[in-house]
């Protein structure tokens, strides 16, 4: 049986994160990944010249230590403008404060609903969206958004992942969004980075070759009263520090004997999974960097474009972009032909070029795509974290954590997380 000082469970930005900081301390650390590439959802793939990312990554990191390995790459610099498409109408986001391209009469009632909205104490996501906006504007825009993206009734949702990502109601920007054109940028950071060359993937790979990293390394089973991780390749490493970066629920059913109680809270861990299909055109038919999709019949919640983000991403004089449909937990709701039919819908909706301009249509799937906040489940989420700090066992990232992270905080908490296991484990 092999021995190491740190096992880390997971080549992401979290698990390479926490390996720099096992370097920094001088800490021996080995990453074991369970895939045969490295980088998890910063991951990237390639078709016929056309390099695409496991969905919409742009960087607006601030922390010093994140933009120390981020800026060793050359970047390039977007401001964060993006769109929002509802049939024809297409609104700079956010989209309650850019009604312009609306209808008078329509301008009007969203307006007046929105003067008139209750008061309400926010139980959940569905009053909180009608507290800020009103009943017009949340039923036409964000619930209609929430049952794509969460593919969960925003009733069902807490409030806790909000923060910033979504724009408190202001009575002076809503008014003057719906009869004036030029208005201000909103969005909670004014510039996104992306590497010139690449993908995304290029701000990690010097976490990445600095790294070790063993491929190929499913985790099976964690003995934690042994400090013992078993693989499914059949290696067994005993540990002294164990750091995972696997999802939440997944972990705390390898653990050996874990209690029922935990297994409980774990079953109630949900989370969504995302089809992604990717396009690559002839010619320059994209311009926008990202948008959201409101339509009930376009499967696709959100699209973004490689070819916006990094001409480096795709050929000469070609373009590219990425939809991404969510769904509740790991199964898909539509074929892969299914699928591509919609996207053609969209695309055609949506002016984006040209049936002819379309050189291939690629499909594939994320079976973790974002942490689901339904009500109650960060009391049981805290307890199995608690509980597996008990056993030694250090959960971290956005999906260790179980929280909704960017990728730069999956980074911090993958670095930070080192010297709490330190401190955990002398303070026994």
């Known amino acids: 049986m092999k021995k190491i000082e740190f096992a880390i469970i997971g080549s992401g930005v979290t698990g390479l994160a926490a390996a720099l900081r096992c370097r920094e301390l001088k800490k021996k650390s080995i990453i074991f990944e369970a895939e045969s590439t490295n980088g998890g959802l910063l991951d990237n793939f390639s ?8 969905a919409v990554h742009l960087s607006f990191a601030n922390e010093k230590k994140v933009r120390e ?13 993006s769109y929002c498409f509802e049939g024809k109408n297409k609104f700079k986001h956010p989209v309650q404060n850019n009604l312009k391209p609306l209808l008078f009469r329509e301008k009007i009632e969203l307006l007046i609903s929105f003067i008139l909205r209750p008061k309400l104490k926010f139980s959940n996501y569905e009053s909180w969206l009608i507290g800020q906006y009103g ?11 929430t049952l794509k993206y969460w593919d969960i009734k925003p009733s069902e949702l807490s409030t806790s992942w909000i923060g910033k990502r979504m724009r408190r109601s202001n009575l002076l920007e809503i008014f003057l969004g719906a009869f004036v054109k030029k208005t201000p940028n909103h ?10 060359k690449g993908g995304f993937k290029s701000f990690i790979k010097p976490l990445i070759n600095d790294a070790k990293i ?15 991780i078993k693989f499914k390749n059949g290696e067994i490493y005993q540990y002294k520090y164990l750091l995972s970066t696997i999802p939440l629920p997944k972990l705390a059913n390898k653990v050996h004997n874990a209690p029922e109680k935990i297994l409980k809270c774990a079953e109630n861990l949900v989370a969504t999974s995302i089809d992604l299909v990717s396009i690559g055109f002839s010619r320059k038919v994209v311009n926008d960097l990202w948008f959201y999709i409101y339509d009930e019949d376009i499967y696709a919640s959100r699209a973004y474009s490689p070819s916006v983000k990094s001409s480096d991403n795709v050929p000469n004089g070609c373009s590219s972009i990425q939809f991404e449909i969510y769904n509740l937990g790991e199964n898909s709701k539509f074929s892969k032909q299914e699928l591509f039919g919609n996207c053609r819908l969209a695309l055609k909706r949506f002016a984006i070029g040209r049936e002819d301009d379309i050189l291939f249509m690629d499909h594939r799937r994320l079976d973790f795509g974002n942490v689901v ?5 960060e009391e049981k989420r805290d307890q199995i974290i608690s509980w597996l700090e008990n056993e030694g066992i250090f959960s971290c990232g956005r999906f260790g954590s179980w929280d909704y992270f960017w990728s730069n905080q999956s980074f ?17």
């Open 47 to 54: 078709l016929n010249g056309f390099r695409f990312d496991k």
């Open 69 to 81: 390995v981020f800026d060793k790459s050359t970047y390039q610099t977007h401001p964060s403008d």
């Open 135 to 145: 009943e017009k504007i949340s039923h036409r825009f964000p619930i209609k958004y």
């Open 187 to 196: 969005y909670y950071v004014k510039k996104m980075r992306y590497p010139a």
């Open 214 to 228: 063993l491929q190929n390394h499913y985790l099976e089973e964690v003995d934690s009263v042994k400090k013992r």
């Open 373 to 377: 906040f339904k009500k109650g489940m």
């Open 412 to 428: 911090m908490s993958g670095y930070e997380t080192v010297d709490k296991a330190i401190n955990a484990y002398n303070e026994k």
